[in-house]
DNA sequence: AAGGGACGCAACCGCCTCCTA
DNA sequence: ATAGGAGGCGGTTGCGTCCCT
């Protein structure tokens, strides 16, 4: 439900607290809950003339009955003025579940490589978003057969969304807003019909979509595939996919991984893996296959008939 | 129209690590 | 070396809004 925009946001946040009186507790000389207005505005200003930092004494200089940390968490998560609000884009989607399958629940690491974003949103976003479509399926979130659907189909959809959306905007779509860092993530998407580069620009704030020929199939390659979930390296693709995300300062981001979404060779081999299993827990689903929960679009006809195909020419 | 459930998100809590004296 | 404070982080909660029946 992304019925909240972001004038909607502040003047919710502000109305909800015109009756703070009934709302707030007084815990001793502390105040707690929503922030007003005048609390805002005084840590903002107070923070404008001598810097962020130091918090207790910060909240303390600025006369705000509040505890240094939650003065750190109302600056961090709302009055900071870059950030970022509004819907979470696809591109922002996309990174938060390629980053969440190589770091699981670090928040904040994920949080810097979307600027604007904070970790309580990605958190959130996680929590509200992603974790329903676990429940839906009725696994855990953190299961191998989550992390593969996410892998082998939610992605790719979210890739493919992200084409359709740059092809309808002439091949570029705005991406994640400025960024002081120059973090660039490459990714070669494969899918059905073509082979796609997805360059994610941070700095720049642009994605581009240039279409390619289809240069890989699984038919085509006796190249190895990941055994595992992602989030491990996907192996001897590397010539055919050239499918990695490129780090450019930071040194924690993406050592030596590579990724593959639309991996058909990849869903029709991993060991163990549900997908050697059939469409079962798919069809147990139905509500997925059927448009139960359209939601986020992210499925349709031709994933289930590519899945089966799949399944079918494997068995 | 009303009530209940689902959802989204701001804020809090507790634990951990880091820093400094 | 160590103790205490500050800050960071992930988990959880509370509440307003929306939607469905």
Known sequence: MDHHEDGNKVSRNYSQISDQDDQEELTGDLRRGPWTVDEDFTLINYI???????????????????????????????????????????????????LHSRWGNRWSKIAQHLPGRTDNEIKNYWRTRVQKHAKQLKCDVNSKQFKDTMRYLWM?????????????????????????????TAYLFNNQNSTTTLD???????????????????????????????????????????????????????????????????????????????????????QWIDGGDVSDSLWNVDDMWFLQHQFNSNA
């Open 200 to 286: 994610m620009t941070s700095g720049s704030s642009t994605i581009t979509l240039p279409q390619q020929p289809n240069t890989f199939t699984p038919e085509n390659s006796s190249a190895a595939a990941s055994s595992d979930s992602f989030g491990t390296p996907v192996s001897d693709l590397t010539e055919c996919y050239n499918n990695y995300p490129v780090v450019n300062n930071n040194q924690d981001y993406y050592p030596g991984n590579q990724i593959s979404y639309g991996d058909h060779q990849s869903l029709t081999s991993p060991t163990g893996g549900y997908f050697s299993q059939g469409l079962d827990f798919m069809e147990q689903n139905s």
């Open 48 to 98: 404008a003339h001598h810097g962020e930092g130091r918090w207790n004494s910060l909240a303390r200089s600025a006369g705000l009955k509040r505890t240094g940390k939650s003065c750190r968490l109302r600056w961090l998560n709302y009055l900071r003025p870059d950030v970022r609000r509004g819907n979470i884009t696809l591109e922002e989607q996309l990174l938060i579940l390629e």
């Open 156 to 184: 790719p959809r979210l890739v493919e969304r992200i084409q359709a959306a740059a092809a309808a905007g002439g091949g570029v779509a705005t991406a994640v807003g400025s960024s002081s860092t120059t973090t660039t």
